[in-house]
C-alpha cells in the first residue's frame, strides 16, 4: 500500500509552453501533498505545499503563477508550469503523507527546449 | 526543523555492513530522525524512522545515541542495489502532512 503515482514521468516542451503534471495517491486519501524540485546532482528543494481544498503554500522565492498547484481531490494534485523555460527543466517529484511517515512518486523529469 | 549534517560521500564493499553517520546536535525533544534514500533517478524512499530507541526493520537498523544528538544507519548486509543518496532528516512526528527539508545527503557507493 502507499503507493504515490505521477504522470508523466518525463516529458519535452518547447519554450513558452505549459506543462501539467499529476500527482495521485493510488490507495490511500491526502488531504496535504507537496511538490519538489530537483537539479542535477542536487537535493531536493521543497517548492509548495498543496492542500485540498485551499490555495497552495509556496516556499519562499517560488513564483506562485508560473507554479500552478490545484488540489482537486484528496487522491490528486497537480502542478503547471507555465511558459516554461529552459531553467525550469529539472526532476519534479511530488509527495504524500499518511499517518507519520511521507511517500513519494517516481518523479517527472521535464525538459525545456 | 533541527539542521543535520552528513558526509558528502561514503564507499562500502558489497556483502559488508554500510554505517552512515548523521549529526543532529539541535535536535528537539520531539523530533525524530527519519531516514531516506534516493536511486539514481528515482523518487525518496522511506527507510525508517526512530525518537530515541534503537529501530529496526526488513531494511535497516537504527541507532540513535543516548543525547540524541546524532545517530547511525546500519545497511547490514549492503548489496550493489544499496547504491544511492541517503538522507538523514529530523522533523517532529505528527500526520505524515508535514514538509521535509532535505539536506545535501551521503552518497553511498557499493563496490562489488
Known amino acids: 500500500g502507499a503507493v504515490v503515482s505521477q504522470h508523466p514521468s518525463w516529458v519535452i516542451c518547447k519554450s513558452g509552453t505549459s506543462v501539467k503534471i499529476e500527482c495521485r495517491s493510488l490507495?490511500?486519501?491526502?488531504?496535504?501533498m507537496f511538490w519538489y524540485r530537483q537539479f542535477p546532482k542536487q537535493s531536493l528543494m521543497l517548492m509548495a505545499t498543496?492542500?485540498?481544498?485551499?490555495?497552495?503554500?509556496?516556499e519562499q522565492g517560488v513564483e506562485k503563477d508560473k507554479f500552478l498547484i490545484n488540489h482537486a481531490s484528496l487522491t490528486l494534485s497537480t502542478l503547471t508550469v507555465t511558459s516554461a523555460h529552459p531553467e525550469d527543466s529539472s526532476f519534479y517529484i511530488c509527495?504524500?503523507?499518511?499517518?507519520?511517515?511521507?511517500?513519494f512518486g517516481p518523479g517527472t523529469r521535464l525538459t525545456v527546449l | 526543523d533541527a539542521k543535520t549534517t552528513q558526509p558528502t560521500s561514503m564507499d562500502c564493499a558489497e556483502g559488508r555492513a554500510a554505517n552512515l553517520p548523521c549529526n543532529h546536535s539541535?535536535?528537539?525533544?520531539?523530533?525524530?530522525v527519519y531516514w531516506y534514500r534516493q536511486i539514481h533517478s528515482q523518487g525518496p524512499q522511506y527507510i525508517i524512522h526512530?525518537?530515541?530507541n534503537n529501530e529496526t526493520n526488513e531494511m535497516a537498523s537504527l541507532i540513535i545515541t543516548e543525547d540524541r544528538k546524532s545517530s547511525t544507519l546500519i545497511l547490514p548486509h549492503a548489496t550493489l542495489r544499496d547504491t544511492a543518496v541517503y538522507y538523514c532528516?529530523?522533523?517532529?512526528?505528527?500526520?505524515?502532512?508535514?514538509?521535509?527539508?532535505f539536506g545535501q545527503g551521503t552518497r553511498l557507493t557499493i563496490n562489488p
Open positions: 532528516i529530523v522533523r517532529v512526528a505528527t500526520e505524515g502532512a508535514q514538509k521535509l527539508v
Open positions: 490507495d490511500f486519501q491526502a488531504t496535504t
Open positions: 498543496s492542500n485540498e481544498g485551499s490555495k497552495a503554500t509556496y
Open positions: 539541535t535536535i528537539s525533544g520531539n523530533e525524530y
Open positions: 526512530g525518537l530515541k
Open positions: 509527495s504524500a503523507g499518511r499517518y507519520n511517515e511521507q511517500f
